[in-house]
C-alpha cells in the first residue's frame, strides 16, 4: 500500500514539473516574437504602437485645476465665511465680521467696504432673514461683476500675434512665458519666444529651458542688447516661417522707475511696427503681492497699455482678492492663473470657480 502510494505522488510531482515547463517555454516563445532580440531586457513594442508616457509625465502634463491653487485661500477666508452660514439671526457683528474676513483675502479696505455696503443693502432691499442667503447674496454681488468680463485672448488680425508680457522683477514672467508656449503648442500652434530681457544675465537662458520643454523656437538677442530689436526679430522670424504666435519676454522692472516704463513703451511702439499683429499686453502679477498689485497694474496700464492680467503663485498666497479688486478698479480681466510650479499649471480665470472658492462654496 505504502509503494503504491509514493508511486501515485511520484507520478503528480512529475506531470506538475512538466505542466510548468510549458508554461515557462510558451512565456520566453512569447517573449521572443514580441521583442527584436533574445530576453527580456530587448523586448521592443510592435512598430506603430502608442507606449504610454512615463508617470512624471503624465502628471506633469496634467494642470493643477483653479480650485486647488486657491487652497490657501479657501482654507482661511473660505472657511470664514462658511462658518459664517451657521449663524442664526444678522446682526451689526456680522457684517463687520463679513467685511473682515473679505479683508484678510486683500481685496482691499476701500473695494471690501463698498462690496459689504451693496450686499447689505440688496439684503435689506429683498427681505432674507438667514446667514445663508447673505453669504449667497455676497456671492451673487461679486459675481455681478466678473461674470461679464471678455477674458478671451485676442489673436485676431494678420498673423503671427503678439503677446508681450510685462511685470516687476520675479513675478513669473519667464515661468509664465514657458507655460504660455506649452499651452499654445498643445493647442497645435506654432510659436517663436522672443528673449527681451536682455539685461538680466539668466534670463535668456531660462527661457531658452522653457522653450525646450514646450517644444517651439526661441531667438535671442546680445546681453545688454535692444529688447525691442530682439521682438522684432522674433515677429519677423515667425511671419517668414508662418508661425501663428509670438510670445515676448520682457525685462522687470519697478512700476515706480520711469525711464524703464519709458522703454517698455518703446517696445510696445516697436513692435506695433513688426510684421504680424500686438494683440495682447498680459500684466503678470504675483498674488502674493496683494494690494500691491493693483498698483502694478495702474501704473503699467498707464505705460503699456495692459489688456489683460496672468495671476501667478496663487497657490502660495490666501491673498487671492487681488483679482477681484482688479477687475473692480480697473476693469482689466484676469486671463490666466498660475496654480503650481508645473509647465501646465497655467489655466483660464474661471470667476465661478474663483467666487465660489472665496464665499466657502467651493470644494
Not at 523586448?43 to 508617470?55: K, N, T
Not at 461679464?148 to 516687476?168: A, E, W
Not at 500652434?189 to 536682455?198: F, P
Request: glycine residues 12%; hydrophobic residues 45%; contains cysteine.
Amino acid at each position: 500500500m505504502h509503494v503504491v502510494l509514493l508511486v501515485f505522488v511520484y507520478l503528480i510531482a512529475v506531470a506538475i514539473v512538466a505542466t510548468g515547463g510549458v508554461l515557462i517555454a510558451r512565456q520566453r516563445s512569447a517573449r521572443v516574437r514580441v521583442g527584436k532580440g533574445i530576453g527580456v531586457d530587448s523586448i521592443a513594442e510592435p512598430s506603430g504602437s502608442s507606449v504610454p508616457p512615463p508617470a512624471e509625465t503624465a502628471l506633469e502634463e496634467t494642470p493643477v485645476p483653479l480650485s486647488s491653487g486657491m487652497a490657501r485661500t479657501r482654507g482661511v477666508v473660505g472657511a470664514a465665511l462658511a462658518r459664517m452660514r451657521l449663524r442664526g439671526g444678522l446682526d451689526e457683528a456680522f457684517w463687520s465680521e463679513m467685511e473682515e474676513t473679505l479683508l484678510l483675502a486683500d481685496l482691499g479696505l476701500v473695494i471690501t467696504s463698498e462690496l459689504v455696503a451693496e450686499t447689505r443693502q440688496k439684503y435689506r432691499m429683498t427681505g432674507l432673514n438667514s446667514s445663508v442667503e447673505a453669504i449667497e447674496l455676497l456671492r451673487a454681488t461679486m459675481l455681478s461683476t466678473m461674470m461679464d468680463v471678455d477674458r478671451t485672448l485676442n489673436l485676431d488680425g494678420d498673423p503671427p500675434s503678439v503677446i508681450l508680457l510685462i511685470g516687476v522683477n520675479g513675478a513669473g514672467k519667464t515661468t509664465t512665458i514657458g507655460k504660455l508656449a506649452k499651452y499654445f503648442a498643445d493647442e497645435g500652434r506654432a510659436v517663436v519666444l522672443a528673449a527681451g530681457d536682455t539685461f538680466r544675465a539668466a534670463a535668456s537662458d531660462q527661457l531658452d529651458t522653457w522653450a525646450s520643454r514646450a517644444g517651439v523656437e526661441i531667438v535671442k538677442g546680445a546681453p545688454g542688447g535692444d529688447p525691442a530689436a530682439v521682438v522684432f526679430d522674433a515677429a519677423s522670424k515667425a511671419s517668414a516661417k508662418g508661425a501663428q504666435i509670438v510670445i515676448a519676454d520682457t525685462a522687470g522692472r519697478l512700476q515706480t522707475s520711469s525711464n524703464l516704463m519709458e522703454e517698455l513703451k518703446k517696445i510696445r511702439r516697436v513692435t506695433d511696427r513688426a510684421p504680424g499683429t500686438l494683440t495682447e499686453v498680459l500684466l503678470v502679477i504675483d498674488a502674493t503681492t496683494g494690494q500691491n498689485g493693483l498698483v502694478q497694474a495702474k501704473s503699467f496700464t498707464e505705460a503699456a497699455g495692459t489688456t489683460g492680467v496672468v495671476l501667478t503663485k496663487l497657490d502660495g498666497s490666501a491673498k487671492g482678492g487681488v483679482a477681484y479688486a482688479i477687475e473692480k478698479e480697473l476693469g482689466i480681466p484676469i486671463k490666466f492663473v498660475g496654480t503650481g510650479e508645473g509647465i501646465a499649471d497655467l489655466v483660464p480665470f474661471d470667476p465661478v470657480t474663483y467666487v465660489d472658492e472665496i464665499c466657502g462654496f467651493g470644494s
